[in-house]
């Protein structure tokens, strides 16, 4: 009768596990002592600005600029545009950062009477402080456009990665 060979095959999977087990001791006694250093994210920053109710009676809204200090962000508005008039209207809104640097711009068709959400995202890595500005328009001699709830938020995060897919 042969005998089957699992217990040499238990005893080295065992001396492997221990192996394996006296590396990751080691490296964390490294990261105890000091030895070893690991990359810690910084909490991102929140910058928001808000309007509940706006007015945009001329071809050029009322427009938002503020300035963010160096550092890479990811920034976003949104707003809900309401036509107050009886005809159909193009609504376009566009955020702009480091005098268009970046942009990104929608547009939409407003009904008679009707309402419809905005939103625009811009990622931008200023080197120093820069401007950020948002600021919609609408056909000269249109009816007024309500803005309501605009939010706009810049998110300063460790790192941005943007490109095309």
């Keep these: 009768m042969t005998m089957p060979l699992t217990t040499p095959v238990r005893r080295r999977t065992g001396l492997r596990l ?55 962000y990811t920034i976003t508005a949104k707003l809900t545009a309401q036509n107050t008039g009886s005809a159909a209207i193009t609504y376009t809104c566009l955020i702009s950062a480091a005098g268009g640097a970046d942009t990104d711009f929608a547009e939409v068709t407003l009904p008679p009477n009707g309402k419809q959400g905005v939103f625009v995202n811009v990622v931008h890595t200023f080197a120093g402080t820069g401007q950020l500005t948002f600021a919609c328009t609408k056909p000269a001699g249109t009816a007024q456009v309500r803005m309501q709830q605009v939010k706009i938020t810049a998110i300063k995060v460790n790192t941005l990665d943007n490109q095309p897919f």
Excluded: D
């Design 18 to 72: 221990s192996a394996l087990a006296a590396v990751a001791t080691v490296a964390v006694g490294a990261l105890l002592a000091g030895n070893a250093t690991s990359a810690e994210a910084v909490p991102p920053e929140v910058i928001s600005r808000w309007n509940n109710e706006l007015i945009h009676s001329n071809s050029i809204s009322p427009g938002f600029s503020m300035f963010l200090a160096s550092g890479a």
